[in-house]
């Protein structure tokens, strides 16, 4: 056995262990350690935080909100276990109840990103925990810090060792893992190229895979007796993890009458907040997560701008920290170009004008993703059009997107398949059983 087998052997035979008991433990037993971790994450929030800037710059109040958001996952799991995981009763044709019992089918490996070294981890974690599953982790390589702190704290809430596990696994070692039989379902976010490679390896194997994938969601903005105040919140929900969030509005399409008006007040909020220390609790924009990714996104923007292009905003090279990237707007003419067809990560916002509602819709479905989507409609028939028509797996209308842990998380097209959180999420990596007892 080489050493790739041997680590990937070492970490599955420990999680398939800790699988083996905790799968057996009542659904109230484990749901008090969701509830205990969920305290955990409470009271270690500050260095939580501080290490998710340590590791991938995210400012201290961004932190603070992500551990709130886990802390609301942990919760909502752990406060409605008996009834997300009561049978399903369904009547049978000779008179017989049929039960569709959730069942856990082992170890998921989690396969996790930079971006919210914590937040991710959780959907993955908390859902599968209550089920009854073990969850391996392999995250990114830049947020080793976040990654060990997880592992600490689920130990410390009372899941049996093994059953959150850090794997530290390599690319080699993932591949290694996904093949494995010991590995019953597996959980990606990430980017598209890398969740192919794992969706085929995966279905080489015949194991179950949710991907969540990247990107490039509308944000469309009809109201005009709200456009002043729209203008600033999606600049806000741009800047927000320096725009290095798959469901950030990165294309705004603006009722034209109003584009004018709208671009100004958007890049005074936008321009407003420049690059800072991420533990500098002021700061508003940290860097990049590297000096790769400012530089790919610096390369895009350029080439916008040599293709036509108007672009608002200085997105030169910081020499004292080259991960740092100021807000840039892209304005028309875009639609034309590669750059409305890729995801942008990082502070830069593309705006457009729509005449009509069905140009918004037609503008907003232009893209290999579909993931999210955001609407602020002027009538009742616009708000129903944007809902049905919009091709995402989530779509707010007339309000800004929730982040309730109840609701199902995840996209179509070249966003992924599967779903994350809610009902639906704890189902993805579940044994459906039915269950049908003639009871005489």
């Known amino acids: 056995m080489n050493a790739v087998h041997a680590s990937v052997e070492h970490v599955l035979d420990a999680a398939h262990a800790a699988f ?56 909502y799991y752990a406060d409605n276990a008996a009834d997300l995981l009561a049978p399903e009763l369904i009547a049978h044709e000779d008179g017989n109840q049929a039960e569709v019992r959730l069942q856990a089918i082992g170890v998921v490996l989690g396969v996790m990103p930079w971006n ?25 390589s830049i947020c080793g810090g976040s990654a060990a702190l997880v592992e600490a704290l689920f130990n410390d809430a009372g899941a049996p060792r093994g059953l959150v596990r ?22 990606f976010t990430g980017g598209e190229r890398a969740g192919a490679a794992i969706a085929e390896a ?13 990107g490039s969601d ?60 991420p533990l500098d609790g002021e700061t508003r924009l940290g860097p990049l997560s590297n000096e790769t990714a400012a530089d790919e996104l610096r ?12 672009v608002r905003g200085s997105f030169e090279r910081d020499d004292e920290d080259p991960r740092r990237f100021a807000p840039v707007v892209l304005l028309e003419p875009l639609r034309e170009l590669p750059v409305w067809h890729e995801e942008l990560f990082g502070p830069v916002a593309m705006i457009v004008g729509a005449d009509t509602i069905d140009e918004a819709i037609e503008l907003a ?14 009538t009742a ?31 179509v097209k070249r966003s992924g398949f599967g779903r994350e959180l809610g009902a639906q999420g704890l189902r993805e990596f579940s044994n459906q059983k039915v269950v049908v007892i003639d009871r005489g």
């Open 20 to 75: 083996a008991d905790w799968h057996r433990q009542s659904v109230a037993a484990r749901a008090q350690v969701l509830a205990r971790a969920a305290r955990l994450y409470e009271q270690r929030a500050d260095a939580l935080a501080e290490q998710m800037a340590l590791d991938m710059g995210k400012p201290i109040a961004q932190g603070l909100a992500e551990v709130r958001s886990c802390i609301a996952i942990l919760s």
């Open 116 to 140: 919210y070294p914590h937040y991710q981890l959780i959907r993955c974690i908390a859902p599968n925990l209550l089920l009854g599953n073990a969850v391996a982790f392999k995250h990114a």
């Open 166 to 187: 850090d794997t530290g696994f390599t690319h080699a070692e993932v591949f290694a893992a996904i093949a494995h039989p010991l590995v019953s379902g597996v959980s």
């Open 202 to 214: 995966a279905g080489a194997a015949l194991t179950k895979v949710v991907l969540e994938l990247g």
């Open 218 to 277: 509308p944000f469309i903005v009809f109201d005009a007796s709200r456009a002043r105040e729209l203008a600033r919140l999606a600049a806000t929900m741009r800047l927000s993890n320096a725009g290095q969030t798959c469901v950030s509005p990165k294309r705004i399409i603006v009722r034209r009458d109003l584009l004018d008006q709208f671009v100004d007040d958007f890049a005074a909020e936008f321009f407003s907040a420049l690059p800072g220390d």
């Open 299 to 310: 390369s895009a923007v350029r080439a916008a701008q040599q293709q036509g292009a108007e």
């Open 365 to 378: 479905n232009d893209s290999p993703y579909g993931l999210g989507a955001t609407v602020f409609a002027d």
């Open 381 to 411: 028939e616009a708000a129903e059009r944007c809902a049905t028509e919009i091709v995402a797996g989530m779509v707010s209308i007339n309000r800004l997107k929730g982040g309730s842990p109840a609701l199902p998380f995840g996209g």
